[in-house]
């Protein structure tokens, strides 16, 4: 490294940002992911006995997954290089496992490749380090917030041992909180700021276990605060709340929190909790959720969840998609919580859903039958020579619009593929239908079946 690079280096590290000067170099300084760090924890004693194997570090922003690659580099006789996936290519990493070769050829030390957002590399650029992981000639360290199990191929992951960071408790946040505002060496001590008991409640509670963004609240607190009377920067609740304008949301639309969220919005509304749906769609809402895609489960939990217990659960979901659309945000919120609404408050049924699926696997699995003479299209020229349509008896002809006559091909005759249940309207269509299939005698059961009332 020439003179110009290590002065380069050195401004850097003084004008990094609060939370990357911040980091802890030691396992003492590390706070929360107790689960993981613990003194009595497998990655605890890995990192103090300097025998790492390849691990992958999980978790959402601001957990401290580089952090403690951090800390490992530090506490390590290994070679530590780092790269980012976002920028770097394979002709980094042709480097790294080279210089890796050599020195551990020469010098008999291994190294430690530190790959930030590993999963922002193809499939090609993983499978590159395969052998080289195999075989020792680098200790893969990859960290990313995405899912390892669905972003990392599946080799790397055999070879790897994957810890999960969690977000970080308020009492953690706070810890680093005041660590940040006192600590005169790398923290903000200089300033002789002093943050409010309410300040450190609000942010500690408003960054949502991200560090990084208490920690950038803060220092752009003290950075942009005129000191007081008495000569010393305040952090009061007013400026903390000036300093993160809006709450931290876990929320990556092609991420975990995505797939959770949109998972528990639907298991709400199908469990019949619409104060729980509702909370979630809000949660979407909040972390700018395309609309349209909410509109489109809502629409497909009404017919998969609701169905004929509720026909009007359909029309409303479809109704809604429709008009969110046309009316867009914000007005488009309310739309969608009235839909939200009735959808999770209606009667459920899955009968049709289920219907659906029986009669796709008979259709999958048995042989096509020929469709039964009587009800075949009987308009064409050729039709009549082969006796389509011939003793079809037109439903309408009949009492209550109804006549019992073949209608499934031969074999299938007696199958049930709708079944409704005992919920909402499919009680009474239960019933109309037994009545039918019981010949139709007397009165029908409700004759203001299908009457929306």
């Known amino acids: 490294m020439d003179l110009f690079s290590y002065m380069r280096e050195q401004n850097m590290e003084k004008e990094a940002p609060l939370a990357s000067r911040l980091r802890p170099v030691t396992l003492d300084e590390v706070v929360g992911q107790e689960h993981i760090i613990g003194k009595d924890k497998l990655l605890y004693r890995a990192i103090l006995a300097d025998k790492l194997s390849s691990i992958i570090f999980y978790g959402p922003p601001g957990t401290g997954k580089t952090t403690l690659a951090k800390v490992i580099a530090h506490t390590t006789s290994a070679e530590f290089t780092q790269i980012n996936a976002t920028s770097a ?90 660590r940040a505002v006192t600590d005169r060496e790398k923290g903000m001590g200089a300033y002789e700021a002093q943050i409010d008991a309410d300040a450190l409640e609000f942010l500690a509670d408003v960054s949502n276990g991200d560090a990084r963004a208490a920690l950038t609240a803060v220092e752009l607190g003290v950075l942009t605060t005129p000191r007081g009377e008495d000569g010393r920067i305040h952090i009061t609740l007013d400026v903390a709340q000036e300093c993160i304008q809006k709450r931290v949301v876990r929320y990556d ?14 298991k709400s509304m199908r469990g019949t909790d619409p104060d729980a749906a509702v909370y979630y769609l809000a949660r979407m809402l909040y972390a700018g959720e395309d609309i349209r895609f909410i509109a489109r489960r809502i629409m497909i ?69 020929p469709i039964p003479t009587h009800l075949q299209d009987s308009h064409y020229k050729s039709s009549g020579k082969l006796g389509h349509g011939v003793g079809y008896q037109y439903a309408h002809d009949y009492p209550h619009h109804y006549v019992r006559q073949q209608y499934l091909p031969d074999g299938l005759q007696g199958e049930r593929f709708y079944e409704p249940g005992e919920n909402g309207r499919e009680k009474e269509i239960g019933a109309w239908l037994d009545w039918l299939r019981a010949g139709g005698d007397g009165e029908p059961p409700h004759e203001s079946l299908f009457v929306y009332r």
């Open 89 to 178: 290519g394979k002709k980094d990493m042709e480097a790294v496992v080279e210089q890796a070769k050599n020195n551990q050829g020469m010098y008999g030390k291994k190294t430690i490749l530190f790959i930030d957002e590993i999963h922002r590399f193809n499939k090609g650029q993983q499978d590159y380090l395969l052998p080289f992981v195999e075989d020792g000639t680098v200790i893969l360290i990859g960290a990313t917030t995405e899912n390892p199990y669905f972003e990392v191929n599946g080799a790397l992951l055999s070879r790897s041992i994957i810890f999960e960071l969690k977000p970080l408790d308020k009492e953690d946040i706070k810890t680093l909180l005041l």
């Open 253 to 266: 639309k092609t991420g975990d929190n995505h797939y959770d969220t949109i998972s528990a919005f639907i």
């Open 301 to 369: 939990c009404a017919a998969e969840d609701v169905g004929t217990a509720d026909p009007m659960a359909l029309v409303v979901a479809t109704s809604a998609a429709q008009a969110v659309e046309r009316i867009g945000m914000p007005e488009a919120q309310i739309i969608l919580a009235e839909a939200v609404n009735y959808v999770a408050s209606a009667p459920k049924s899955n009968a049709s859903y289920m219907a659906v699926n029986r009669a796709m696997d008979v259709v999958a699995h048995t042989k096509t039958a």
